[in-house]
């Protein structure tokens, strides 16, 4: 026991490593690549003024941005997140726009900072899946939420549908196993031990999937945004090992523009009364 929770407390840093790391590169290079993930979140979480929303995993803050003022008058959006380095960028976002209704929490999903059903909302958009125990997160989404409260999430389908988890895992091969098992981009590709933790927990959730995409000019560009992700602590010699795979694999035609077509699931559901 004392040896699984010192494994995912060595899991845990990181996994806030990796973030903290990324958060400069998501802000330029990736929010708006995924912007059409977290509209399809935001059309899903059906909000309205005075609701109380929770944005696990909130990353840059691009859903808690676009929630914040669907919820006026009344209404706030609580952001969550491990990294302490996506929330500033997150905050300082909220900030330029200044929307005076969001606030900011560190703290992760196995453990959600906030009171028992305080929440009307819940969203977590591509973040699930780097959640270390789920079963602990699905109870406390389900803690949080208000009963008929709602939860939406956005996962990726694994690498033969989702080209962005086909490059992170080639990638990966190359890389030390991570300190924990199941997390990464790909973890949720088949959500249905998701699903049942969730309906354990007290949530009635089905998927729906859109195929989502965006596009690189070319293979550097794509490498240099993504691969930090799962390739963040490789050898040199690792480093160039799997980026000549990923190029060879993604590229099989030599460089260029690509696109990459994301097939994407949405978690929706309701916790029940
Ligand atoms: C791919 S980003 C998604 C960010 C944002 N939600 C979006 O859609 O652009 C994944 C985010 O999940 C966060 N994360 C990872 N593990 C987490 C956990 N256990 N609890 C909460 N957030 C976590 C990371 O720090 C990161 O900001």
């Known amino acids: 026991m004392a040896d699984e929770g010192s494994r995912r407390g060595d899991g845990l840093a990181w996994q806030t490593s990796v973030w903290d790391r990324m958060s ?23 909000l309205n003024p005075g609701q109380q929303v929770l944005d696990l995993g909130t990353g840059t803050g691009s859903v808690a941005l676009r929630a914040a003022p669907l919820v006026i008058p009344g209404g706030r959006v609580l952001c969550v997140d491990i990294s302490a380095e996506m929330l500033k960028l997150a905050e300082r976002r909220a900030s330029e726009a200044r929307l005076d209704n969001v606030t ?39 803690r949080i939420l208000r009963p008929d409260g709602r939860f939406v999430a956005s996962v990726w389908a694994g690498p033969d549908h989702c080209d962005i988890v086909r490059l992170q895992q080639t990638a990966a091969r190359f890389a030390p196993p991570p ?4 997390v990464g981009p790909g973890a949720l590709a088949d959500p249905t031990s998701f699903l049942v933790q969730l309906d354990e927990a ?9 195929s989502t995409s965006f596009d690189f000019p070319d293979f550097a560009s794509a490498w ?3 691969a930090g992700v799962t390739a963040g602590q490789m050898t040199p010699e690792q480093r160039e090992e799997a980026r000549a795979t990923v190029f060879a694999t993604l590229w099989p035609e030599g460089d260029g523009p690509r696109r990459f077509v994301n097939l994407t699931q949405f978690i929706v559901g309701n916790k029940r009364r």
């Open 104 to 142: 900011f929490r560190e703290g992760g999903g196995e453990a959600i900072p906030a009171e028992d059903k305080s929440t009307d909302v819940l969203l977590a958009s591509l973040s699930m899946m780097y959640v270390i125990d789920r079963s602990a997160a699905a109870r406390e989404c389900a």
């Open 24 to 46: 400069d590169v998501y802000l330029r290079e990736i929010d708006e690549r995924f912007r059409p993930v977290v509209e399809n979140v935001i059309a899903r979480a059906a």
């Open 224 to 226: 240099d945004t993504l």
């Open 202 to 210: 007290g949530i009635d959730a089905r998927v729906e999937t859109e």
């Open 179 to 182: 300190p924990v098992p199941n």
